[in-house]
């Protein structure tokens, strides 16, 4: 006799508005909401954030202002790799196998994200990764194929429409001649 196994929410799974989480889906959550928190804090509200937002508006300038812009672009790119650190650990605590190819279908979703928020703004990163999280996960209640067609199609909606992104990076500083 055949039996048959209806799915099975996790023993210790939350439910919240109908959704189910697992402890893993929790942790990812946590983990994603405590980086960006702490990103925020550090970019608004410490010297060295102060110091990263003027090196990226204007190198010369803050480089004038005593800024040891070396040593911000260093402590940017290590910051840079503690976060994508962080991103592999909650992308290995989501699967369970890798394979040479694991990561590849995830390029088109973080490109289409990061154009839609605006290329180096990382509060427009933010709203770009939850717009297309969330537009692809009701794309997949209708099909799972559907997830790369529609950051596909949210990409190039953005770069016809607006292809700075929701929120463009700063204009370059001009110089105004009075004549």
Do not use: W
């Amino acid at each position: 006799m055949a039996r048959t196994t209806l799915l099975q929410p996790p023993a210790h799974a939350l439910h919240f508005l109908g959704m189910v989480l697992s402890p893993q889906q929790l942790a990812i959550i946590a983990i994603g909401v405590a980086s960006m928190v702490a990103l925020h804090v550090l970019l608004r509200y410490t010297r060295l954030g102060k110091a990263m937002r003027a090196t990226a508006t204007n190198v010369g300038l803050a480089r004038s202002c005593g800024i040891s812009t070396d040593r911000v672009t260093a402590l940017a790119c290590l910051l840079s790799g503690l976060l994508c650190g962080a991103a592999g650990v909650t992308f290995a605590i989501n699967i369970t196998t890798f394979q040479h190819t694991t990561g590849f279908e995830l390029l088109l979703v973080v490109i289409a994200a990061a154009v839609f928020g605006g290329v180096g703004q990382p509060y427009g990163a933010m709203l770009g990764a939850l717009v297309i999280g969330v537009a692809s996960e009701f794309a997949a209640l209708v099909s799972p194929d559907l997830k790369q067609v529609i950051a596909f199609a949210i990409l190039a909606l953005t770069l016809l429409v607006r292809p700075n992104g929701l929120i463009p990076a700063p204009a370059a500083r001009t110089e105004v001649q009075i004549q």
